[in-house]
């Protein structure tokens, strides 16, 4: 069986010359790091090489302006095949109330790797209503779910 080159490629313009794009290549990785770990209520104070790896292992789409300067971003944790986890999805302030995040999305739900997956979720605070207009609802049954989930991991970190 043929696997796809990793990452795929894809770069999509915006009617206001906005660009989106997975080349990794592009990622504006300072402006990245610092928007999680000091404006993000999720990722607060995650270490750089935390992040770094999580980074090289995803697939990363990064909104740029038309001065190549990033605006926004998404990365999606996936095995390209069944299952996908999508987080860190943020514009900045700046940029915000022009349906960037909508239009990112628009962009992930059509990548090609992420297509005929049996599961795609992710975890929102308030922003169920974005995702919604993408097909993402809350779980019918949480019955069935299980996680480990470490609240404010980066914030206390374990003892020696
Ligand atoms: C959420 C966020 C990405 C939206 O980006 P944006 O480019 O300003 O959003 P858009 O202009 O594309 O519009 C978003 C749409 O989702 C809706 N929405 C739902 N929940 C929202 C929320 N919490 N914040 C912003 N918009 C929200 C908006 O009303 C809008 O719908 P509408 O056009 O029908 O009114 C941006 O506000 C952001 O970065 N917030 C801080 C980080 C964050 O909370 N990220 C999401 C983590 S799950």
Redesign the pocket.
Known sequence: MDVPAHPAMTDEQHPHGFTVSTDPARLDLDLIHRYLSRE?Y?AAGIPRDTFTRAIANSLCFGVYDAAGQQV?FARVVTDRATFAYLCD???LPA?????????LMGCVVAHPDLQGLRRFV?V???????YA?FGFEPLADPTGYMHVHRRNPYQSPPAE
């Open positions: 993000s999720w926004g999805v943020f514009v940029s915000r109330g022009r349906g960037l995040s909508k239009w992710l929102t605070r308030d922003a169920h209503a974005l207009k």
